[in-house]
């Protein structure tokens, strides 16, 4: 095979290879196109996404580090920050849904405790197609399989995540793993290789032949499920993974470390070169040092291996022998492989010959950057709003369907499966808005959250992103806390037609314009593209996880009733907002080309701030906000105590609503609060200080859910529906 069809056979264009030729003004040997194909590639490079990434936020008074290194850091006080992340890793879950869910878990995890921080949780983000397909049953089975296989095993509470049906997903599911974890604000490390002539040492398990090409094939749109390419999966062994974090954070007590990074994507060609890049200076490693599982492996196949658990150290000299104890304590590898050079080069040695010799920033820095044609797709012409007056349909009848649905019922069957109260923090258990997680020795607590409603983006891609936002923000406040930052996975389809590069143009913008109306800026994140078949792009789905803190954990609130004769509040106003609503699908509509909800980012930041003082100047009994399903969908969740189901009476002639579908409206900025009658009136007087619209909709009680004048259901139906959807 001649070098050309080589460098196509890798993802590498015939410009890109022309491109190289004249760079390193030669031809460029195989081992050489394998890995600078790797670091080219849209997982790695990200070429088409970097011209916009740069418009997001990334700086604030809690950022430590933003953007540009294996996750992102918070200051949360008292010598403490927060690293985190989320990361795609969709394409290796259809292929091997367990395994591809694992090492989702397991990469995410060693991007956190790399940079010094012990992991304390973990979240997702799933999606999946039509849940009545073989194939949809098969992967999300694998997929929770694989999660919580590794989460359990390394001993970190899954504590929170999101899952949704949609059948653009039915040949691209979505696995967004997210991870975080608790660290001394003086003890960060970085993925550095600063000091020539210092060493460079491999730490973990064995390099074998899995993962081989795993950056490339997650940059590139899939055929069809019968030629997929299945060694570029990973295998993980959550076991080993656990003897390495201990053995990190051990190791991380010692003086001398220069840098550390995890062996992710593209595997020791890019922890080794970003390494190098980041310090301004090159890399040296000769194979033949690193530990191998297979003695026929090739150097190609070692630089481009995608094995699990494995970390590339720089330290100064002086604890060599200590790092070699530590491991040995631990039965894992630590093995010198090189050292630090001052010339800039990535340079590779197999059986003492140079088998790659490359400028360091050809790797990194001189990757190319795409500003790829972005075009408006077409909108069919249709209504904007929803004529309520002429829609035909029975309030109870739909609220039993909505809350049935794949996207709105229980994910019991999911989170039962996560061993979330290991460790013994978990203050709320999953189902509410936020989990929470308790920092020991201090009254703080975490709040944690994920979304994204990909109807909306697909609608709009600004207003959809935005959304997910102010999402995440109601979510922290109505769990008690204060949002502080986020971290994003930017699914996309092939970024070649401008169409999809139209949507994720619009997609940054709204993220970023939300992220600065609610100060959360952007501290860490993943761009996913190529999630597309011949047949169909996925929806875009920038997904957004959030973290917040709540100074003293007596704040913490749940989104459940708790007792009788509560008053029920609605915080806000609603509005005709329909367009991509759970609701709208089971209403026989001729025409839905909607717009999404509607979302005013200085009223939802004003209501935003009246309920985070209201939960510490008052005694709330529960918190929710309004999201897909809208107000009646978020009573009856509130009813859903997972200790005591408990009814709820709601008069709405407070309201004055012209039509009762209004009720499943997910207009945005909404939240639904319950408490006794004296709190309330305090609550509306202050409300009316704010110029905040409170509404007195019903009080807490009974077996029964009803609306006066209207219907009357069971609790235990509506329950039943709930709870038993999802595994239906």
Request: glycine share 8%; with cysteine; charged share 25%.
């Amino acid at each position: 095979m001649d070098d050309i069809s080589f460098a196509l056979q890798n993802g590498l264009t015939h410009n890109e290879y022309n491109l190289i030729v004249k760079k390193l003004k030669r031809a460029p040997n195989k081992n050489e196109i394998g890995v600078i194909a790797a670091m080219w590639s849209e997982h790695c490079s990200y070429k088409s996404s970097k011209h916009y990434l740069k418009k997001l936020p990334t700086k604030g008074k809690v950022v430590i580090q933003g953007p540009g290194e294996n996750a992102g850091v918070i200051d949360i006080g008292d010598n403490q920050c927060l690293v985190f992340k989320i990361e795609s890793h969709n394409h290796p879950s259809f292929i091997e849904p367990y395994q591809g869910a694992a090492t989702g878990v397991g990469g995410i995890l060693r991007d956190v405790f790399t940079m010094g921080a012990r992991p304390i949780a973990l979240m997702n983000s799933l999606r999946f197609g039509n849940p009545k397909q073989k194939i949809t049953k098969r992967i999300i089975n694998g997929v929770v399989s694989g999660i919580a296989g590794y989460g359990n095993c390394m001993g970190i509470p899954t504590v929170g995540g999101e899952v949704y049906f949609d059948d653009c997903y039915n040949g691209n599911p979505l696995v967004n793993a997210f991870a975080l974890g608790i660290a001394k604000k003086n003890k960060i490390f970085k993925g550095l290789a600063d000091g020539p002539g210092n060493p460079v040492y491999y730490l973990g398990a064995k390099t074998g032949k899995d993962g081989v090409k795993g950056a490339i094939m997650a940059s590139d749109i899939f055929e069809d499920s019968e030629n997929l390419d299945r060694p570029t999966v990973q295998i993980g062994d959550p076991f080993k993974e656990k003897l390495l974090l201990e053995a990190c954070l051990e190791m991380f007590r010692l003086k001398g470390i220069v840098g550390i990074q995890d062996m992710g994507a593209a595997g020791l060609t890019s922890s080794a070169s970003e390494m190098a890049s980041r310090s301004g200076n090159g890399i040296m490693i000769d194979l033949d040092k690193v530990p191998k599982r297979d003695l026929n492996i090739t150097p190609y196949e070692m630089l481009l291996s995608e094995s699990q658990e494995r970390m590339l150290l720089v330290l100064d000299d002086r604890n060599n022998k200590k790092i070699k104890e530590i491991f040995k304590k631990w039965n894992l590898e630590s093995n010198k492989i090189g050292e630090v050079i001052k010339e800039e080069s990535f340079i590779i040695k197999s059986k003492n010959k140079i088998v790659v010799n490359l400028p360091v920033s050809i790797l990194t820095d001189d990757c190319p950057m795409y500003k790829r044609p972005v075009k408006k797709p077409k909108k069919v012409k249709g209504s904007k709003k929803l004529n309520l007056s002429k829609l035909k349909y029975n309030t109870k009848d739909l609220l039993i369907k909505v809350i049935g649905d794949p996207n709105i019922c229980s994910r019991e069957w999911i989170y039962k499966q996560f061993d979330y109260m290991v460790g013994t923090n978990t203050i709320v258990q999953p189902g509410s808005d936020a989990a929470i997680i308790r920092i020991k020795g201090t009254k703080k607590a975490v709040c944690l959250t994920t979304n994204c409603n990909s109807n909306y983006c697909k609608l709009e891609p600004s207003t959809g992103a935005s959304i997910a936002v102010a999402e995440s923000t109601r979510n922290i406040i109505a769990s008690g806390g204060k949002p502080l930052a986020i971290t994003n996975c930017l699914n996309f389809g092939n970024p070649e037609k401008p169409e999809i590069m139209w949507e994720f143009a619009e997609a940054i913008d709204g993220l970023s314009k939300a992220a600065r109306a609610f100060n959360t800026p952007v501290v860490s994140g993943n761009v996913s593209l190529y999630n597309e078949n011949y047949s169909e792009s996925i929806k875009p789905t920038p997904t957004i996880s959030m973290v917040g803190v709540i100074d003293d954990y007596k704040y913490s609130t749940e989104q459940w009733f708790k007792n009788e004769s509560d008053q029920i509040l609605l915080i806000g106003k609603l509005g005709n907002d329909f367009g991509g609503s759970q609701v709208i699908k089971y209403l026989n509509l001729k025409e839905s080309i909607l717009t999404p909800p509607g979302l005013d980012l200085d009223s939802s930041s004003k209501i935003n701030d009246f309920v985070f003082k209201v939960l510490r100047k008052y005694k709330v009994s529960s918190a929710h906000d309004i999201s897909e399903g809208g107000l009646l969908t978020s009573v009856v969740e509130s009813c859903f105590n997972p200790n005591n189901l408990i009814g709820a009476e709601l008069d709405l002639k407070e309201l004055r609503l012209k039509n009762e579908l209004t009720l499943f409206s997910e207009s945005q900025g909404c939240y639904v609060l319950s408490a006794d009658k004296k709190e309330t009136e305090k609550i509306k007087t202050f409300a009316l200080k704010k110029n905040i619209s409170v509404k007195v909709i019903g009080k807490v009680g009974g077996d029964s859910l009803s609306v006066k004048g209207s219907f009357s259901v069971k609790l235990k139906k509506l329950f039943k529906k709930w709870s038993h959807g999802f595994p239906k």
